[in-house]
DNA sequence: GTCTATACAGAGATAGAC
DNA sequence: GTCTATCTCTGTATAGAC
């Protein structure tokens, strides 16, 4: 939850970037140093060791709009805000995309996911376990509601968190090389609307074509 | 295009394995020789530096059916088999998850992808310009045969690889962990299930009510 | 809290005998 | 083609002066 300041501050951003942009293990505290504007030595008065900065980054990945979409909301008072709440939760995935700092924690992620057992076992319970769990329930009391069709709600949780994913990897990638991302960028809402009109209820009095 | 044999074989299989466990940069010769069961230093009778085995992973990548989705078939001989090519290819993605060998493929490229502008370059024209471009192909042509309803193609193409790509993903992640995979392959088939019921002509004269 | 100096381990790579 | 031996460089980390 700490904040760091002055210098701490300093070496913490300066690792993040570097870890983003060739990963943990071939950053070296003497880049780190370098890039800071001080001795080597110098960053052990903040961090006690490279492993510290490294949990530092993973604690700010927990902290994240990455991981935290609901905040503290709970089902209940969303699945009523419908194609609304489908909405924010899509830009909220493009808004990500395109904030500096979280595109490097992003990149972090990727990177170390694969290596790394315990920033996988958080990312297992955290982004899954909670996350998808929590858009299934939104399903489900949508489909109770009759905004949406019956369907499986851990399905559509699923499809619909997917492409956003998808889509916020193909922008950091691109971004990675100053690469357009107008294209990709469109996807998210495109995706929404896709997506809702797939699962909305069709109302069978009314007739789409006529 | 060479399959490498003996040593040389038993060197880049050790290699790969690490790379996609620990990554490039934290995989070292010594480790790489250990586990081959030879000197350090008779790596260097195989293989150049460490650098060529990593281009060699790359070229492996290359060969892969990751990259090589539609292998060399043309749209136009493709998009008459409608609803069995997306399952085919959904298909694909699934035994591409539990295939060992390219699994470890995969998770080598999502740990470099970030921080190796060659292979993020190579994967954006390989894997976008031309799988992608080619499904949007196949659709646009699935319209013009009214197979499926008229939409953008591109968003097709990028709504129906992106949840495959991230069910990949999951599966690859927790196999690496040795969790269950069972609730995330049956993934697969239901994506296509769902997208196809999305895009398909629905006939007017048919109702679906009665 | 930052510096210089240095310890020490481990990295990639080469030389030359067999 | 593999071995032993060794070189050189670079990595993390610590000690102690200011």
Redesign the pocket.
Known sequence: MEEFK???KKIFDTSLQLFADQGYKA?????I?KQV??????????F????AILDASINKLKQSHLINIFEDKEPQELYKKGRLLLKNISNMFKLISYDTKTDLIFRFMMQELFNNERLREFYNEEFFQNNVKKLSAIFFLMMQDEIIENNDPLLLANEFFAPLFFYQLQIVRLKADNKSTSVAATLFEKHTEFFWDRIKVTMPQQDDIF
Chains 1, 2 share one sequence.
């Open positions: 002055g210098t701490k950053t070296t505290m003497r880049q140093a504007g001080i001795q080597q030595s110098a960053i052990y008065n903040h006690k060791n490279k492993e």
